[in-house]
Structures are given as C-alpha cells and as structure tokens.
Nanobody, 113 residues
Framework: VQLQASGGGLVQPGGSLTLSCAAS???????MGWYRQAPGKQREVVAT???????NYTDSVKGRFNISRDNAKNTVYLQMNSLKLEDTAVYYC?????????WGKGTQVTVSS
C-alpha cells in the first residue's frame, strides 16, 4: 500500500487547512494515524482513527484538529483549525502501529504571519 498525503500549504496563524491521505489499497482494517515532523524534532503522532471512526488526539491539537476517514475511498482526512506557529511540520499518514514500507512523502504545512 502507498499512502499519499496532500493538502498542505502556507497559512497564517489562526487559519485552517484540510489534509488528505489517499491509499492505493484497502486500509479498512487498519487504525490510521496522522504524524508530523518539525525541523530538528522527532516524528510524532498527532491523531489516530479506528476503522469505526473512533478518534484520539495528542494534547497539543485537541479541540483544534479533527481526524476522519472514508473507508470506501481508502482516504483519511485531517481538518486543522486555529493553526499555530508550532504546527509547522511535514505531515504524513501511516498505520498504527507504523508499517515502514507505507511511508509516503508527506505534505508541508507552514504556519507563518
């Protein structure tokens, strides 16, 4: 399975973006996650969603980000609101736990005034 993240861009603080992750194969059985890696920092999980749609978030994005999935389209979404400077990172999607051969290129999110 190949996972292609898209939807990143440059946004001002307080703005919104919606990321998409399109899978080349079936991902219905997997718990899926959005990860991010900021310059000089380790990659971290920011949100996860089960096949049934149950979501969890890291504390820093709770109340601002919303993860969802469309199993029929093999796509996972990340709606990001009230973006902060510290949300700047490359965003990736992958399974939970990670499958190393599923990593895609990610999509850059830059929050800047």
């Amino acid at each position: 399975v190949q996972l292609q993240a898209s939807g990143g861009g440059l946004v001002q603080p307080g703005g919104s973006l919606t990321l998409s992750c399109a899978a080349s194969g079936d991902i219905f059985i997997y718990v899926m996650g959005w990860y991010r890696q900021a310059p000089g920092k380790q990659r971290e999980v920011v949100a996860t969603v089960t096949s049934a749609g149950r979501a969890n978030y890291t504390d820093s994005v709770k109340g601002r980000f919303n993860i969802s999935r469309d199993n029929a389209k093999n796509t996972v979404y990340l709606q990001m609101n009230s973006l902060k400077l510290e949300d700047t990172a490359v965003y990736y999607c992958n399974t939970i736990p990670v499958r190393m051969n599923y990593w895609g290129k990610g999509t850059q999110v830059t929050v800047s005034s």
